[in-house]
T-cell receptor, first 116, second 110 residues
């Protein structure tokens, strides 16, 4: 089946630094990738949608200058959390779709970010 | 607005017990409904889905029926196994966007 990987699986960084999370589709080309955020005991919340070669579309309330998304190729999308603060600590999940919409979506295992 | 509410966990069952995880939704339009499962260390995997009212999704012994009149999509399995231990997410798709529940952790003990 379709496999999506994320790297790193867990990262700790200091306040004020930036951290990059990678999302790769290993055995298919992902036209669209999605980034979600999950707080403990809460739902996955969609942060942004990105299509290869285009600027990401951010959901309302998500700071695009803080959460930089780059979908540079059909198999790789990156999320960079800039100037991280403790409130950015969360579980970040990406997913990838080979189609043009979210109906067929394959999820990565997630990245746990802790900002100290 | 659109939202999904599912029963809080964690749920602990003995092997071969009957499982129900409740899920209700609020949506505009006519959503599709999904159950995803997440095993430890892995990504969410689609377990089953239903695209219209009265459809029943089924997979691996799990079932859920799209009930428009009660806006529900409860997940059931007649006899759970230890290997079913995971986190289960109910979700709806409408307007080209997914909305997820908070997840329900299930632990099955031998």
């Amino acid at each position: 089946g379709a496999v999506v990987s994320q790297h790193p699986s867990w990262v700790i960084c200091k306040s004020g630094t930036s951290v990059k999370i990678e999302c790769r589709s290993l055995d298919f080309q992902a036209t669209t990738m999605f980034w979600y955020r999950q707080f403990p005991k809460q739902s996955l919340m969609l942060m942004a949608t990105s299509n290869e070669g285009s600027k990401a579309t951010y959901e309302q309330g998500v700071e695009k200058d803080k959460f930089l998304i780059n979908h540079a190729s059909l198999t790789l999308s990156t999320l960079t959390v800039t100037s991280a603060h403790p409130e950015d600590s969360s579980f970040y999940i990406c997913s990838a779709s080979p189609g043009l919409g979210p109906y067929e979506q394959y999820f990565g295992p997630g990245t746990r970010l802790t900002v100290t | 607005g659109n939202s999904v509410t599912q029963m809080e966990g964690p749920v602990t069952l003995s092997e071969e017990a009957f499982l129900t995880i409740n899920c209700t939704y609020t949506a505009t339009g006519y959503p599709s409904l999904f159950w995803y499962v997440q095993y430890p260390g892995e990504g969410l995997q689609l377990l089953l889905k239903a695209t219209k009212a009265d459809d029943k999704g089924s997979n691996k012994g799990f079932e859920a029926t799209y009930r428009k009149e009660t806006t529900s999509f409860h997940l059931e399995k007649g006899s759970v196994q230890v290997s079913d231990s995971a986190v289960y997410f109910c979700a709806l798709l409408t307007g080209n966007q997914f909305y997820f529940g908070t997840g329900t952790s299930l632990t099955v003990i031998p």
